[in-house]
């Protein structure tokens, strides 16, 4: 019981731990955002991801899910997190972008 607990414990501080850094990188990109037009901010908007690198993201996410990920394959796996965080604030910041000028 008190590993779960643990467990438990550690799930919710890395998910402090990402609210932290999402809010920390929203407001970095908060400047950026400022310089879309209605183009730029479009073109954000409809970004997707290679479809070779989400087969990647999800054989990574499968692996984590199971335990099974290497110290190697958990870096690359984070560094797909944080990419995925960075694009998804852009992606809303466009949104307001367009929001803001009537273009949605």
């Known amino acids: ?6 467990a438990e414990l550690r799930g ?4 402090m731990s990402q609210t932290q850094e999402s809010s ?3 407001r970095m990109l908060e ?9 730029s901010a479009k073109r954000v908007t ?13 054989v ?3 692996r984590a899910n199971e335990g099974l990920l290497t110290p190697e394959e958990r870096s690359e796996y984070e560094a797909y997190i944080n990419a995925d965080d960075f694009i ?4 809303m910041k466009a949104k307001r972008v367009l929001g803001s000028n009537g273009s949605s």
């Open 46 to 58: 409809e970004l997707v991801i290679d479809p070779s690198v989400q087969s990647r993201v999800d």
């Open 24 to 26: 920390v990188l929203d």
């Open 88 to 91: 998804a604030i852009l992606k």
């Open 31 to 39: 400047p950026l955002s400022r310089c879309l037009d209605a183009e």
């Open 1 to 6: 019981m008190v590993v779960c607990q643990k």
């Open 60 to 62: 990574l996410a499968e």
């Open 12 to 15: 919710r501080l890395a998910a």
